[in-house]
Nanobody, 124 residues
Framework: QVPLVESGGGLVQAGGSLRLSCTASGRTFSTYAMGWFRQAPGKNRELLAAISRRGSSTYYPDSVKGRFAISRDSAKNTVYLQMNSLKPEDTAVYYC?????????????????WGQGTQVTVSS
C-alpha cells in the first residue's frame, strides 16, 4: 500500500493556473510510476499525465499537451501537476495514482493505488 494525498485544488478563473501536489507515504516512492487523472461528472476517468519512476520520461495526451506538466521530487515523495491556461471544461476531480508494476503507465488499468482526489473548478 502507498497512501497518496492530493492538495492544491480550488477555484480559479479561466486562463489561470494551478499546481497540484500529491504526496506519498513510505520510503519506496521512487519505485512507482506516477500519474494524474481527472473525472468530471458523467464522464470517464481521464489520464492527464504520467511520469516514470526516475522522472526521466513523461507522457501527455494531446488534449492537455502544452498546458499541463508533470514532475516529481523524490526527496519530498511528491509528484506535481502544473496546469496553465485553464478552461471551464477542465473542471473535475483530480486524482493522482501510482503504478507498482510499470516504469511508465499510460493506461488507467496499469495503476493500482489512488488518492482521494481534489476538486478543481474553473470559472468562466
Amino acid at each position: 500500500q502507498v497512501p497518496l494525498v492530493e492538495s492544491g485544488g480550488g477555484l480559479v478563473q479561466a486562463g489561470g493556473s494551478l499546481r497540484l501536489s500529491c504526496t506519498a507515504s513510505g520510503r519506496t516512492f521512487s519505485t512507482y510510476a506516477m500519474g494524474w487523472f481527472r473525472q468530471a461528472p458523467g464522464k470517464n476517468r481521464e489520464l492527464l499525465a504520467a511520469i516514470s519512476r526516475r522522472g526521466s520520461s513523461t507522457y501527455y495526451p494531446d488534449s492537455v499537451k502544452g498546458r499541463f506538466a508533470i514532475s516529481r521530487d523524490s526527496a519530498k515523495n511528491t509528484v506535481y501537476l502544473q496546469m496553465n491556461s485553464l478552461k471551464p471544461e477542465d473542471t473535475a476531480v483530480y486524482y493522482c495514482a501510482a503504478s507498482s508494476v510499470y516504469n511508465m503507465a499510460s493506461i488507467t488499468d496499469n495503476y493500482d493505488y489512488w488518492g482521494q482526489g481534489t476538486q478543481v473548478t474553473v470559472s468562466s
